[in-house]
């Protein structure tokens, strides 16, 4: 069984996720994706389902067929000043506001959203796994914040970004207590670690 194409038959529907949530370094990426109603995919599913090579195959396959797709980052600074959570907001906001296309329904990953310029909306959990936009969407946010990720690597090799994107692996979490952190590390999540 696929995932679904749409909830909403006769709206222009955005599906909307993020990528970062819970990474100590890096900024938080969200995307937004809107595919014709007949579109379907057997390639397409949730980020966390697919092979690096095959989040790049799938991130082609989304160029080539959504009317409009659109990703939009969030740096550490604004996730320190405003917590992870609305920073997750501001992200999925950012990337509805890229699209070239006016969403009239949103698609929302998870069970909770900032309402954003009147557009409806429904929080779907673990939608990534149940909706080929939110699906579709996971892997252009994951996609491009591991690019991004990459590249912060050359600047910091120690910290084995390219390999772990920022997040608490045992390795990156010790050259944090004996290194210190960069101006890419997110303090509001490392005060624990720090301490």
Known sequence: MGLKSYLNKDLIEAGIDESGRGSLAGPVFAASVIFPKDFTS??????????????HKALIEIEENALSYSVHMVLEEEI???????????????????????PEHL????????????I????????DDKYLSIAAASIVAKVYRDEYMKKLHEKFPSFHWGKNKGYGSKHHIKVIKEEGITQYH???FLKKILQ
């Open 42 to 55: 057997e390639l397409i599913k949730d980020s966390k389902k697919l092979s690096e090579k095959n989040r």
């Open 80 to 102: 320190d000043k405003k917590n992870i959570q609305n920073a997750v907001f501001a992200a999925m906001n950012g990337s509805v506001d890229k699209l070239s296309i006016q």
């Open 107 to 118: 698609l929302v990953d998870g069970n909770i959203y900032d309402p954003y310029n009147d």
């Open 120 to 127: 409806p909306y429904t929080c779907i959990i673990k939608g």
């Open 186 to 188: 997110r303090k509001s």
